[in-house]
């Protein structure tokens, strides 16, 4: 991977791409007057700083991936409006609780989660890619909007760049309320095509057993899982269906009654 700036960027947001390239340990190009295909060229994936905020461009996919809440500002809308919420309600989520996001993605379901736990809780996001996690991470610092309360609830989110295995292995015993994965589907949902951009940047590994049991530990009341309502992972560990709310998706949950942090 490689960091570069959009043409003719201003001073300081060569500053910034050059402070991102050295804390990321990867090379600062001067983009000059290259485009991205030259630029893939160096190298397949390209992170491009702008004053907007940063984009990643992956070889071979047209377009390129950057910061955006997708259904999370109509999710708020909804639950402000008295509304339910399924993923809200699958993790059986309240204000003050502490979330654990092992595969935050694109965050949507971390800035709903932080909505509802509000400023007493804590949501925390795992990222183990790292052009995911500079993107939505950068966004969430940046992502402006007139719904001040999802503004709110973004800056809340802490955003770590770690696979959730190895963050799990290193929590305490009952340190989050609720642990949650929402791995990319084995299936692509086409309604979900929206986010074709982040899926050359994805992490596609199955969740292993051995994560499931750390989530187990780490949770005091709930591991929740979000995946195809045809994967055989709900079976494979463990989890119990919620098919109430099946979709083309739906939601496995495992009651852990864990002690109350």
């Known amino acids: 991977m490689i960091v570069t700036t959009r043409h003719e960027a201003p001073t300081e947001v060569q500053k910034q791409a050059k402070a991102l390239a050295h804390n990321l340990g990867v090379q600062f190009v001067e983009r000059r007057k290259m485009s991205i295909a030259r630029l ?46 399924v993923m809200v309600q ?18 949507s379901d971390s800035i709903v989660a932080s909505f509802v736990v509000g400023q007493g809780g804590r949501v925390v996001g795992l990222e183990s890619e790292c052009a995911l996690s500079v993107v939505v991470g950068d966004g969430l610092k940046r992502y402006e909007s007139p719904l001040s309360e999802a503004v709110e609830a973004m800056r809340r989110i802490e955003v770590k760049p770690i696979h959730h295995l190895t963050f799990l292995r290193q929590c305490e015993n009952n340190s989050f309320d609720i642990v949650y994965f929402d791995p990319m589907f084995f299936q692509a949902i086409e309604s979900s095509e929206s986010i074709a951009p ?14 499931v049991e750390e989530a187990k530990r780490v949770a005091c009341r709930r591991v929740v899982m979000k995946n195809h309502r045809e994967s055989p ?25 864990g002690e109350v942090r």
């Open 198 to 211: 982040l899926r050359p940047f994805a992490n596609y590994e199955m969740v292993a057993a051995e994560a």
């Open 40 to 85: 893939h060229e160096i190298d397949e994936r390209v992170l491009v700083v702008t004053d907007g905020g940063i984009k990643a461009y992956s070889k071979g996919s047209g377009e390129p991936f950057f910061f955006h809440p997708g259904m999370a500002m109509l999710r708020i809308k909804r639950l402000m409006a008295g509304d339910t919420d």
């Open 90 to 107: 699958a993790c059986g989520l309240q204000a003050g609780d502490a979330f654990l996001d092992c595969t935050l993605g694109l965050g």
């Open 233 to 257: 992972d709900f079976a494979r560990l463990g989890f119990t269906r919620i098919r109430k709310i099946e979709r083309s998706f739906t939601y496995g949950i495992i009651e852990v009654g």
